[in-house]
């Protein structure tokens, strides 16, 4: 699949602030990815790599990605810092660049949402001694064979900005429609993410083995239950209001919320936001 194609949805989604439209245009970008990669899709439209629990980050600072810009562009990192001052992000600032630069050049390769994926997933994995090059080297050759819209929100994902307002929920719905009948299937598919937490495999899921495979999924160990949170409200009587008359309360104590999953073999503890604390 084109990374094109994800970009050029990116820039329709980000251009609407109506809910409706942004779901309109991710039940086209559902219909039009192939299983085998609507994943990976469905994790980088929200700006993530992975869920949360895997607990994998990509680890790539600003002072970073704007020595990749530099190395693509030809321009002093001063510079790039120069017109980031003026744009305030940095994917804009590598597009209006590399709108100049795609003047003069052709790019070697057309990219595809696989080798961006896999390429993002070596820099997360990148460590130790030499760690910071072999980043920006990734980086600078996905930039390179990149478009300018392209390379504007390789950029967002990369420094976790993706800024495109894309809930999960709205993401649920458009998973509802595309694959599940319609927003009828949208609470068992809900359930589904409720349950595992992992938004790319409900929609591998359900893309792959469909509404009926999605309605068995269970608790899985190594993949936590999302927490209810608690909902604020203004005053003990509006409380009491929610909660037909009668409420109980309870002291408050400092700590962290755990969920613990136990097995005969392991225990894993994760925070409320489903992140992996067990160390």
């Known amino acids: 699949m084109k990374l094109q194609v994800l970009a050029d949805v990116f820039e329709k989604i980000e251009g609407t602030t ?5 779901t309109d245009l991710l039940v086209d970008l559902m219909k039009q990815t192939p299983s085998k990669v609507i994943d990976k899709v469905a994790y980088l439209t929200i700006g993530e790599l992975y869920p949360p629990f895997v607990g994998v980050e990509l680890g790539v600072a600003e002072k970073l990605a704007i020595k990749a810009i530099a190395t693509v562009t030809g321009l002093a990192e001063k510079n790039v810092a120069v017109k980031l001052k003026k744009t305030g992000d940095l994917g804009l600032t590598v597009q209006e660049l590399l709108e100049k630069k795609s003047q003069q050049t052709l790019r070697m390769q057309t990219l595809t949402v696989e080798r961006t994926y896999q390429t993002l997933e070596k820099i997360a994995h990148a460590t ?3 760690s910071q ?11 390179n064979d ?3 819209n392209e390379a504007k929100y390789i950029l967002r994902i990369v420094l976790g900005r993706l800024r495109l307002g894309v809930a999960d929920m709205t993401l649920l719905d458009a998973l509802a ?14 359930r589904a993410y409720n349950l595992t937490s992992d938004i790319g495999y409900v929609a591998k899921t359900l893309a792959e083995k469909g509404i009926r495979a999605i309605e068995k999924f269970s608790v899985t160990f190594g993949k936590p239950i999302k927490p209810q949170m608690a909902e604020r409200l203004g005053s003990l009587d509006e409380i009491l209001e929610k909660l037909g008359g009668k409420a ?16 005969p073999d392991s225990i894993t503890l994760f925070s409320r936001r489903e992140e992996n604390i067990t160390n």
């Not at 109506?18 to 942004?22: D, F, T």
């Not at 429609?177 to 809900?190: D, M, N, V």
């Not at 104590?253 to 613990?260: C, E, K, W």
């Open 128 to 130: 130790g001694s030499g």
């Open 18 to 22: 109506k809910r409706l439209e942004m």
């Open 177 to 190: 429609i595309s694959y599940g009948g319609g927003k009828e299937s949208r609470e068992a598919i809900e």
């Open 146 to 148: 990149a478009t300018p």
């Open 248 to 263: 109980a309360a309870d002291y408050k104590y400092d700590g962290l919320r755990i969920q613990a999953q136990i097995s």
């Open 133 to 143: 090059e072999t980043k920006i080297k990734l980086l600078v050759g996905l930039l």
